[in-house]
């Protein structure tokens, strides 16, 4: 009962609410007016909308293959007999219970133009300094650097489950056959490993489409709206501009959108187990 | 906080007292506890109950959820003049001009062109205008000073002069760290308040934004002042950095010049360092600019909702509150000037001001500020100019007439709809 109570309250009312949404316009002060699939309408032609899933896909595209790269390397290494393993584990997990405020306002420092860090170590070798946050072309990149930092102790945890599965004997007929490391990583680990790299990818997938935080704290979605992630879009269109029934459109279009995401990963995965 | 608010409100009236809710800084909890009680000791039988406004992302957010859930108060003093509009045509405020000696009042306290100001299209009034921060261009003395001025910039050449001199790689890396002023890069509709749109009231002596249901900004004042500000950024006199994260530029030197309100006073006489003399000039203006500098004041108003049970109980609460002696209380609480005529002039006033020339400047500028137009959808106006703002004054991807029209084309279409 407490569970359906629960169901009923926070999920079932509030999806059902929000698609009767999308076929109004509502500003919450005033009564909603019926305004059949006008939202929908706008949807398509909101050059904003595609821009902001754009900007989107933009940030899957660098964070996705970043954070798996930079993931497994490390889990890699600190599945290895060394020196502090523990202290090292548990040091790259701490970002992943940082508040993600917290962690922007402190990239945002790490990024300043004029007294960032990086920008310093970048002068101090001779290089040019960088807009990280303010140019268009960086700064979503850079948004991407920042979450992948965030974010990849998880990732290196799932890593380690899946490298500690590998069976040992594996590895040690390949050593009998003269096989290097190297030949040794992508002959038995990946393979082995390569339902641990889906889930990264569907997690990281999901997680990365609801990029908000980041731009909403560090750029407000700028500049020229490079940051503006899809998520950014739709809050501001529900509570800067209180357009209830055009940001419910957005989320349901959104929603179903992730949903065919995963649906075609998860058929891929199937087919390749 | 929609359930918070809607199983909290209620219950905040005893023995049928009105509810109060100022905003919830410190300075304005003291004033309104002060004004409440003295209230309450004159009148026992109309007592009124006083609290902050609920805590929140803002103070706006808290007002919405408060009209969504009906827990709205019955007074509330800080209603940005700009979202006014919105609540009075969802039908959630009392219309003050219907209620018994409120115009007299309001003829008393404002100006025409005030009066104008927060007059809605419907031809109702639902705000008492009540007190402002003028935006002004606060400068480091000593800088202007060392840059062989004697007083600081008043047009556009004139800033243009001081911020070339100004502007310095202290650090020989060939970067400029040191730049004459700095606003905001933020895209954040808000944050032209500050720059912008003062600067559009200061050339076009206070001209609306919106006219008619219509863009009225796309016009030779708003191209100067994109045009003015687009050489500050292009030359580099301002900072694309976000400075804001750092410590006070304005007070370690970094920048001169700074557009704020009186709000900065005591923040800067606490903080800055010995010798530092700063003062307070009005907005830069186009070097053709003829007669008084306005600019944008933010203003916050009184309101009655229309939850309230006695609108006009209500009423006497609000006349007491705005009366000159509680409005020298204001300032002299919380450093913010009452929206009201004569505040130069009258005596009460003066003799309080004249020992604080930082705050004098804000008054006699009080006279010559404006507030926001009568309209809905200010928000969106403002972000649609945000953005344009973005492309062509900071990024320089547009031309100020490509912008400005972009905007009002986006603006206009806003209000078809």
């Known amino acids: 009962m407490p569970y359906m109570l629960h169901f009923f309250l926070f999920i079932a009312f509030p999806v059902v609410f929000s698609i009767v949404l999308t076929f109004h316009k509502w500003n919450i002060i005033a009564p909603m007016q019926y305004t059949g699939l006008a939202n929908y309408i706008h949807l398509f032609n909101d050059a904003f909308f595609w821009k902001s899933l754009g900007n989107t896909l933009i940030f899957l595209a660098i964070h996705i293959p970043l954070q798996i790269i930079v993931a497994l390397f490390l889990a890699e290494v600190l599945n290895q007999k060394i020196k502090f393993r523990g202290f090292f584990r548990a040091a790259f997990f701490l970002p992943v219970i940082v508040s993600g405020v917290v962690v922007t306002i402190l990239w945002q420092q790490l990024y300043g133009f004029d007294t960032g860090l990086f920008n310093r170590i970048l002068t101090s070798v001779g290089f040019s300094k960088i807009g990280w946050l303010t140019d268009p072309s960086w700064a979503m990149p850079s948004i991407a650097i920042m979450a992948t930092w965030k974010n990849v102790g998880l990732y290196i945890i799932l890593f380690l489950v899946g490298l500690q599965t590998v069976p040992a004997h ?104 | 906080m929609l359930l918070s608010l809607s199983c909290g409100g209620k219950s905040e009236r005893n023995n049928n007292n009105l509810v109060y809710w100022s905003s919830n800084n410190q300075q304005e909890i003291e004033f309104a506890r002060e004004v ?183 016009n030779k004042y708003g191209i100067e002042v994109f045009k003015f500000l687009q050489t500050l950024y292009q030359k580099n006199y301002f900072a694309k950095e976000r400075l804001s994260v750092r410590q006070d530029v304005f007070l370690a030197g970094i920048i001169a010049t700074r557009f704020t309100g009186p709000w900065e006073i005591s923040h800067a006489d606490k903080f800055k360092p010995a010798g530092l003399e700063y003062g307070f000039t009005h907005m830069p203006v186009p070097d053709d600019h003829k007669g008084p500098v306005y600019t944008y004041c933010d203003p916050k108003n009184l309101v009655i909702f229309k939850t309230c049970p006695d609108a006009q109980r209500a009423w006497d609460f609000v006349k007491f509150m705005t009366s000159k002696q509680n409005d020298l209380k204001l300032i002299e609480i919380t450093n913010q000037l009452p929206r009201r005529k004569n505040l130069e002039t009258d005596p009460l006033f003066v003799n309080y001001l004249k020992d604080k020339p930082k705050m004098m400047a804000f008054a006699n500028q009080a006279k010559y500020v404006k507030g926001t137009d009568p309209y809905s959808n200010l928000t969106e106006v403002f972000d649609i100019i945000s953005q344009e703002y973005e492309a062509c004054v900071i990024y320089g991807k547009k031309t100020p007439e490509e912008a400005l029209k972009e905007a009002a084309k986006q603006v206009n279409l806003l209000y078809l709809k």
């Open chain 2, 36 to 218: 409440v009680n003295d209230w309450n000791k004159k009148n026992p039988d109309k007592k009124v109950t006083f609290q902050p406004v609920p805590e929140g992302q803002s103070s706006e957010e808290i007002i919405l959820a408060a009209v969504v859930g009906k827990t709205t108060p019955d007074i509330y003093s800080n209603m940005w003049e700009g979202d006014v509009e919105d609540y009075a045509k969802a039908g959630v405020l009392v219309a003050l001009d219907t209620l018994k000696g409120f115009k007299d009042f309001l003829y008393s306290r404002c100006d025409s062109a005030v009066i104008k100001e927060v007059t809605s299209p419907d031809g109702h009034i639902y705000q008492v205008p009540w007190k402002i921060n003028p935006i002004m261009m606060m400068y480091n003395k000593n800088e202007i000073k060392n840059l062989g001025y004697e007083n600081p910039p008043q047009d556009y050449s004139q800033f243009l002069d001081a911020s070339k001199k100004f502007k310095k790689d202290l650090n020989g890396d060939g970067y400029v760290d040191q730049w004459f002023g700095y606003s905001e890069v933020l895209v954040t509709w808000w944050q032209r308040l500050f720059d912008f749109y003062p600067l559009y009231i200061a050339a076009s002596n206070g001209a609306p934004l919106i006219e008619n249901n219509k863009a009225a900004f796309d």
């Open chain 1, 170 to 273: 594996y590895y040690e007929a390949a050593e009998l056959e003269g096989a290097n490391h190297m030949q040794k990583f992508f002959n038995i680990t990946l393979p082995m490993i390569n339902p641990t790299i889906f889930m990264v990818v569907i997690l990281s997938t999901i997680s990365g489409f609801s990029l908000f935080i980041e731009p909403y704290v560090m750029t407000g979605g700028g500049p020229l709206n490079s940051t503006l992630s899809a998520v950014l879009y739709i809050y501001k269109q529900g509570f800067f501009y209180y357009h209830m029934g055009y940001s419910a459109t957005l989320g349901l279009f959104f929603a179903l959108l992730i949903l065919a995401v995963v649906a075609i990963q998860k058929k891929f995965i199937e087919k390749e187990q």
